[in-house]
């Protein structure tokens, strides 16, 4: 029997991933659902923390957007996080982040996973929302082959299960946007070639000292009040 922890769009917010790293339970992996960069203060410890404990993550539109200085199509906000965001990542950052993969698949205790930031036919930048009809979840799967599909970019945690086969979001460790601003996680519980349980958690963390340095920094403060909220 192993167990995945698996997160998403940590966003430079390495207070909110202590917070689900004490709070979870021993697991055997950690999957990362893509953007561990921008809106929040720390990029460069987020990085450091993502090596250091050997998660493994995809690419996501943000991690690639401030590695190569390119917010096209972001709100103001975003726009002006994501040019600070560059500013602070050094060439090997950005070389790190460029290389992450825009999919893995992974058979583990031979349950077939599948993980991209945004779905299966876009695979960085499409956002599945928890409506999305259940024939176009079923069709994902399908093309994916899996049975747990793993999927990010959205900020808003769900867990549909279709025939036995999952597809889900954990939602955000470093910026929920569910109205809930606490840092959400799911848990996987497989064993030989069976999904024993997939279980959402939340747990707070001090949004306090990330909403401070996002002002003392002089990023835009709608991003720091934004925490407290969940939006």
């Known amino acids: 029997m192993e167990k995945v922890l698996v997160i998403a769009d940590i966003h430079a917010n390495p207070v909110a991933l202590e917070a689900v790293l004490k709070d979870v ?5 950690v999957l990362h659902a893509g953007d561990i960069v921008d809106y929040n203060p720390w990029p460069r410890e987020a990085l450091a923390e993502v090596q250091r404990l050997g998660i493994t993550s995809v690419l996501g539109n943000h991690d690639r957007d401030s590695a190569l200085d390119t917010p096209i199509g972001y709100n103001p906000y975003a726009v002006t996080s994501c040019h600070w965001t560059h500013g602070q ?4 950052d950005q070389e790190y982040l460029l290389k992450l993969p825009s999919r893995i698949e992974r058979s583990i205790e031979g349950v077939r996973i599948f993980m991209c930031h ?7 930048d499409e956002y599945v929302t928890p409506d999305y009809l259940d024939s176009t979840l079923r069709e994902f799967l399908y093309m994916t082959k899996s049975q747990v599909l793993i999927l990010g970019h959205t900020h808003i945690p769900f867990i549909k299960e279709l025939d036995g086969y999952y597809v889900l979001n954990p939602g955000s460790v470093g910026q929920s946007r569910d109205g809930d601003p606490r840092a959400s996680y799911v848990v996987l519980t497989l064993e030989s ?11 707070g963390y001090n949004v306090d000292v990330v909403a401070d340095e996002i002002k003392r920094i002089g990023l835009p403060s709608f991003l720091a009040q934004r925490l407290f909220y969940g939006l």
Do not use: F, H, K
Not at 89 to 92: A, D, I, K, R, V
Not at 193 to 202: C, S
């Open 118 to 124: 945004g779905s299966p036919r876009g695979l960085i």
């Open 193 to 203: 070639g069976r999904i024993i349980e997939v279980r959402n958690r939340r747990i």
């Open 25 to 29: 339970e021993p697991v055997d992996m």
């Open 89 to 92: 990542l050094s060439l090997g």
